[in-house]
Protein backbone atom coordinates (compact mmCIF):
# COMPACT_ATOMS: atom_id res chain seq x y z
CA UNK A 1 0.00 0.00 0.00
CA UNK A 2 3.24 2.57 1.09
CA UNK A 3 4.30 1.55 -2.74
CA UNK A 4 1.45 2.14 -4.32
CA UNK A 5 0.65 5.43 -2.59
CA UNK A 6 3.88 6.49 -3.39
CA UNK A 7 3.32 6.10 -7.02
CA UNK A 8 0.49 7.59 -6.88
CA UNK A 9 2.10 10.90 -6.35
CA UNK A 10 4.81 10.17 -8.63
CA UNK A 11 3.41 9.13 -11.70
CA UNK A 12 1.50 10.52 -13.84
CA UNK A 13 -2.30 10.26 -13.09
CA UNK A 14 -3.26 8.02 -15.84
CA UNK A 15 -0.13 5.66 -15.36
CA UNK A 16 -1.23 5.76 -11.35
CA UNK A 17 -4.98 5.08 -11.80
CA UNK A 18 -3.96 2.09 -14.56
CA UNK A 19 -2.04 0.29 -12.13
CA UNK A 20 -4.09 0.53 -9.19
CA UNK A 21 -7.29 -0.27 -11.26
CA UNK A 22 -5.23 -3.48 -12.61
CA UNK A 23 -4.11 -4.48 -8.70
CA UNK A 24 -7.86 -4.66 -8.06
CA UNK A 25 -8.46 -6.69 -10.65
CA UNK A 26 -10.47 -3.93 -13.35
CA UNK A 27 -9.49 -3.16 -16.74
CA UNK A 28 -9.19 0.40 -17.28
CA UNK A 29 -10.89 0.93 -20.41
CA UNK A 30 -10.19 3.56 -23.44
CA UNK A 31 -13.44 4.97 -25.04
CA UNK A 32 -16.83 5.21 -23.52
CA UNK A 33 -19.63 3.63 -23.24
CA UNK A 34 -18.02 0.40 -22.00
CA UNK A 35 -16.72 1.49 -18.44
CA UNK A 36 -18.37 1.15 -15.22
CA UNK A 37 -16.45 3.96 -13.60
CA UNK A 38 -14.66 7.30 -14.59
CA UNK A 39 -11.80 8.50 -12.12
CA UNK A 40 -12.15 12.13 -12.05
CA UNK A 41 -9.41 14.76 -11.42
CA UNK A 42 -11.18 16.88 -8.64
CA UNK A 43 -10.94 20.28 -6.24
CA UNK A 44 -13.30 20.14 -3.70
CA UNK A 45 -15.26 17.37 -5.41
CA UNK A 46 -15.66 19.14 -8.93
CA UNK A 47 -14.34 17.56 -11.23
CA UNK A 48 -13.01 19.54 -14.34
CA UNK A 49 -14.91 18.72 -17.53
CA UNK A 50 -13.59 16.53 -19.85
CA UNK A 51 -15.05 14.45 -22.62
CA UNK A 52 -15.00 11.04 -21.06
CA UNK A 53 -16.22 12.71 -17.75
CA UNK A 54 -19.38 13.87 -19.72
CA UNK A 55 -19.44 10.56 -21.21
CA UNK A 56 -19.37 8.84 -17.88
CA UNK A 57 -22.28 10.97 -16.40
CA UNK A 58 -24.41 10.23 -19.55
CA UNK A 59 -24.00 6.48 -19.78
CA UNK A 60 -24.51 6.07 -15.96
CA UNK A 61 -21.29 5.56 -14.58
CA UNK A 62 -19.85 6.59 -11.21
CA UNK A 63 -17.99 8.86 -11.41
CA UNK A 64 -15.69 8.72 -8.02
CA UNK A 65 -12.40 10.56 -6.81
CA UNK A 66 -8.65 8.84 -7.47
CA UNK A 67 -9.17 8.18 -3.19
CA UNK A 68 -11.65 5.31 -4.43
CA UNK A 69 -8.80 3.42 -5.92
CA UNK A 70 -6.29 3.94 -3.21
CA UNK A 71 -8.89 3.51 -0.70
CA UNK A 72 -10.05 0.79 -1.80
CA UNK A 73 -6.39 -0.74 -3.02
CA UNK A 74 -5.64 -0.50 1.07
CA UNK A 75 -8.83 -2.74 2.03
CA UNK A 76 -8.34 -5.28 -0.84
CA UNK A 77 -11.67 -5.01 -2.02
CA UNK A 78 -13.53 -1.96 -4.32
CA UNK A 79 -15.33 0.09 -1.81
CA UNK A 80 -18.62 1.59 -2.23
CA UNK A 81 -18.74 4.68 -4.24
CA UNK A 82 -21.15 7.23 -2.80
CA UNK A 83 -18.55 8.67 -0.30
CA UNK A 84 -16.00 9.01 -3.05
CA UNK A 85 -19.01 10.67 -5.60
CA UNK A 86 -18.05 13.51 -7.44
CA UNK A 87 -20.31 16.22 -6.56
CA UNK A 88 -20.57 17.53 -10.46
CA UNK A 89 -18.22 19.73 -12.45
CA UNK A 90 -16.82 22.88 -12.08
CA UNK A 91 -18.05 25.08 -15.10
CA UNK A 92 -21.68 24.19 -13.58
CA UNK A 93 -21.03 24.56 -9.78
CA UNK A 94 -24.93 25.51 -9.12
CA UNK A 95 -25.52 21.55 -10.11
CA UNK A 96 -24.92 18.60 -7.91
CA UNK A 97 -24.98 14.67 -9.52
CA UNK A 98 -27.82 12.80 -7.91
CA UNK A 99 -26.28 9.68 -8.18
CA UNK A 100 -26.28 7.55 -11.60
CA UNK A 101 -28.67 8.01 -14.55
CA UNK A 102 -30.07 5.23 -16.57
CA UNK A 103 -28.24 5.08 -19.54
CA UNK A 104 -30.22 6.87 -23.14
CA UNK A 105 -32.48 8.18 -19.50
CA UNK A 106 -31.57 12.00 -20.08
CA UNK A 107 -32.60 13.00 -24.24
CA UNK A 108 -34.75 9.67 -24.65
CA UNK A 109 -37.48 10.07 -27.17
CA UNK A 110 -35.90 13.49 -28.11
CA UNK A 111 -34.48 14.06 -31.70
CA UNK A 112 -31.01 16.13 -32.30
CA UNK A 113 -30.08 17.51 -35.52
CA UNK A 114 -26.40 18.60 -35.11
CA UNK A 115 -26.24 21.47 -37.60
CA UNK A 116 -23.65 22.36 -40.53
CA UNK A 117 -21.98 18.51 -38.80
CA UNK A 118 -19.81 18.06 -41.45
CA UNK A 119 -17.92 21.82 -41.34
CA UNK A 120 -17.87 22.86 -38.62
CA UNK A 121 -17.88 20.57 -35.57
CA UNK A 122 -14.36 19.20 -36.10
CA UNK A 123 -12.35 22.71 -37.00
CA UNK A 124 -10.63 23.44 -33.97
CA UNK A 125 -12.71 22.41 -31.44
CA UNK A 126 -12.01 20.63 -28.37
CA UNK A 127 -14.51 17.99 -29.44
CA UNK A 128 -14.78 16.56 -32.84
CA UNK A 129 -18.19 15.68 -34.59
CA UNK A 130 -17.78 11.88 -33.43
CA UNK A 131 -17.36 12.62 -30.01
CA UNK A 132 -20.71 14.62 -29.84
CA UNK A 133 -22.20 11.90 -31.73
CA UNK A 134 -21.40 9.38 -28.48
CA UNK A 135 -22.53 11.84 -26.17
CA UNK A 136 -26.20 12.58 -28.04
CA UNK A 137 -26.53 8.66 -28.90
CA UNK A 138 -25.53 7.87 -25.13
CA UNK A 139 -27.69 10.45 -23.52
CA UNK A 140 -30.34 8.65 -25.91
CA UNK A 141 -31.29 10.91 -28.89
CA UNK A 142 -32.07 9.74 -32.51
CA UNK A 143 -29.54 11.65 -34.43
CA UNK A 144 -31.55 13.47 -37.70
CA UNK A 145 -29.38 14.07 -40.62
CA UNK A 146 -31.72 16.34 -42.65
CA UNK A 147 -34.11 19.27 -41.52
CA UNK A 148 -37.49 18.68 -42.88
CA UNK A 149 -38.78 21.89 -44.64
CA UNK A 150 -39.89 24.94 -42.73
CA UNK A 151 -43.36 25.08 -44.42
CA UNK A 152 -43.71 21.72 -42.80
CA UNK A 153 -42.51 22.43 -39.48
CA UNK A 154 -46.01 23.34 -36.47
CA UNK A 155 -45.39 27.17 -35.55
CA UNK A 156 -44.12 26.88 -32.01
CA UNK A 157 -45.47 28.55 -29.03
CA UNK A 158 -43.30 31.37 -27.40
CA UNK A 159 -42.59 29.54 -23.64
CA UNK A 160 -40.17 31.09 -21.58
CA UNK A 161 -37.48 27.92 -20.70
CA UNK A 162 -37.76 26.89 -17.03
CA UNK A 163 -34.47 28.50 -15.20
CA UNK A 164 -33.18 27.90 -12.02
CA UNK A 165 -29.92 29.51 -10.54
CA UNK A 166 -27.08 29.07 -11.96
CA UNK A 167 -28.87 26.71 -14.80
CA UNK A 168 -28.10 27.30 -18.68
CA UNK A 169 -25.83 29.93 -17.61
CA UNK A 170 -23.19 28.29 -20.38
CA UNK A 171 -25.51 29.10 -23.65
CA UNK A 172 -27.11 31.97 -21.56
CA UNK A 173 -24.19 34.08 -22.30
CA UNK A 174 -23.65 32.53 -25.80
CA UNK A 175 -27.45 33.75 -26.67
CA UNK A 176 -26.80 37.36 -25.40
CA UNK A 177 -24.18 37.81 -27.39
CA UNK A 178 -26.23 37.14 -30.95
CA UNK A 179 -28.47 39.70 -32.60
CA UNK A 180 -31.74 40.46 -30.94
CA UNK A 181 -33.56 38.67 -34.15
CA UNK A 182 -31.90 35.27 -33.60
CA UNK A 183 -32.26 34.88 -29.81
CA UNK A 184 -35.96 33.65 -30.18
CA UNK A 185 -34.90 30.18 -31.95
CA UNK A 186 -33.04 29.65 -29.15
CA UNK A 187 -35.95 30.26 -26.47
CA UNK A 188 -38.30 27.60 -27.78
CA UNK A 189 -38.72 25.08 -25.48
CA UNK A 190 -37.87 21.36 -26.15
CA UNK A 191 -40.19 19.06 -26.43
CA UNK A 192 -40.26 14.71 -27.22
CA UNK A 193 -40.02 13.82 -29.94
CA UNK A 194 -39.20 17.49 -31.65
CA UNK A 195 -35.53 17.82 -33.38
CA UNK A 196 -33.44 19.83 -31.08
CA UNK A 197 -30.80 21.90 -33.48
CA UNK A 198 -27.78 21.78 -31.84
CA UNK A 199 -24.95 24.58 -33.20
CA UNK A 200 -20.91 24.48 -32.35
CA UNK A 201 -20.59 27.09 -29.92
CA UNK A 202 -17.52 27.82 -31.78
CA UNK A 203 -19.47 28.67 -34.81
CA UNK A 204 -21.25 31.95 -32.98
CA UNK A 205 -18.00 33.70 -32.34
CA UNK A 206 -17.11 36.47 -34.63
CA UNK A 207 -18.15 37.93 -37.42
CA UNK A 208 -19.20 34.31 -38.68
CA UNK A 209 -21.80 33.77 -36.47
CA UNK A 210 -24.27 36.24 -38.20
CA UNK A 211 -24.07 33.98 -41.22
CA UNK A 212 -24.75 30.85 -39.29
CA UNK A 213 -27.59 31.83 -37.43
CA UNK A 214 -28.87 33.26 -41.20
CA UNK A 215 -28.53 29.97 -42.15
CA UNK A 216 -30.12 28.05 -38.70
CA UNK A 217 -33.48 30.97 -39.33
CA UNK A 218 -33.76 29.86 -42.95
CA UNK A 219 -33.27 26.38 -42.46
CA UNK A 220 -35.62 26.21 -39.57
CA UNK A 221 -38.01 28.96 -40.32
CA UNK A 222 -37.12 29.85 -36.96
CA UNK A 223 -40.30 26.97 -35.84
CA UNK A 224 -37.39 24.18 -34.30
CA UNK A 225 -35.77 24.99 -30.61
CA UNK A 226 -32.12 25.63 -31.33
CA UNK A 227 -29.23 25.04 -28.23
CA UNK A 228 -25.81 25.26 -28.79
CA UNK A 229 -23.10 22.70 -27.68
CA UNK A 230 -22.72 24.28 -23.62
CA UNK A 231 -26.24 23.35 -23.44
CA UNK A 232 -25.87 19.84 -24.13
CA UNK A 233 -22.77 20.03 -21.57
CA UNK A 234 -24.66 21.26 -18.93
CA UNK A 235 -27.49 18.97 -19.44
CA UNK A 236 -25.09 16.25 -19.10
CA UNK A 237 -23.42 17.66 -16.11
CA UNK A 238 -26.86 18.75 -14.37
CA UNK A 239 -28.20 15.26 -15.04
CA UNK A 240 -30.85 17.19 -16.20
CA UNK A 241 -32.81 18.48 -19.33
CA UNK A 242 -32.43 22.14 -18.89
Known sequence: TARLRRAAKQLPVPAAIHTTADRLGAAAAGQPPVFTHVVAAAKDARATRTFKYLAGVVAGAHVVSADW?????????????????????????????????????????????????????????????DDLVRLVRAAGAELVDELPEPAALEPEPRAEAKRGPGLRASMEREVARMPAKYRPMFELPVRQGQ????????????????????????????????????????????????
Open 69 to 129: LLASAKRGELLPEPQFAIAGDSALPGCALAGCRRVGELLGRHRVHLWDAKHAWDAGAAHSR
Open 195 to 242: IIVLVDSAALKGARSSVVLGAVAAATGGRLPCRTKSWLFDCISANQLL
